[in-house]
């Protein structure tokens, strides 16, 4: 399975960054998919998770109410809507995969993924 993050960029505080994480090989198996993100010094967290049926989500509570975690099945497809950005928002997001026997199953743990993209870089200023 890989999966490969796009979207990042320079934006303003208070914009907006859609993060994009197309998921290819591998079986069309259930997974659970997850957005953590790294800021320079800083060890890699937790911001958004989702089950493999799009019901369940999961927000750190830093970015809830300005983060929207989706999925498209179909397209193998997740991402990331970030809104009212912020300069501690700066960081390199990567999106995370793994395998689930449930629909409604979400995953908020580093050590609970399976694949790995490679990082986007989000960069906002004030």
């Known amino acids: 399975v890989q999966l490969q993050a796009s979207g990042g960029g320079l934006v303003q505080a208070g914009g907006s960054l859609r993060l994009s994480c197309a998921r290819s090989?591998?079986?069309?198996?259930?997974?659970?998919m997850g957005w953590f993100r790294q800021a320079p010094g800083k060890e890699r967290e937790f911001v958004a998770a989702?089950?493999?049926?799009?019901?369940?989500?999961s927000y750190a509570d830093s970015v809830k109410g300005r983060f929207t975690i989706s999925r498209d099945n179909a397209q193998n497809t997740g991402n990331l809507q970030m809104n009212s950005l912020k300069p501690e928002d700066t960081a390199v997001y990567y999106c995370?995969?793994?395998?689930?026997?449930?629909?409604?199953?979400?995953?908020?743990?580093?050590?609970?993924?399976?694949?790995w993209g490679q990082g986007t870089q989000v960069t906002v200023s004030s």
């Open positions: 989702i089950s493999w049926g799009g019901s369940t989500t």
């Open positions: 090989g591998g079986t069309s198996s259930k997974n659970s």
């Open positions: 995370a995969a793994r395998p689930t026997y449930s629909s409604r199953q979400y995953y908020s743990r580093e050590s609970e993924y399976a694949y």
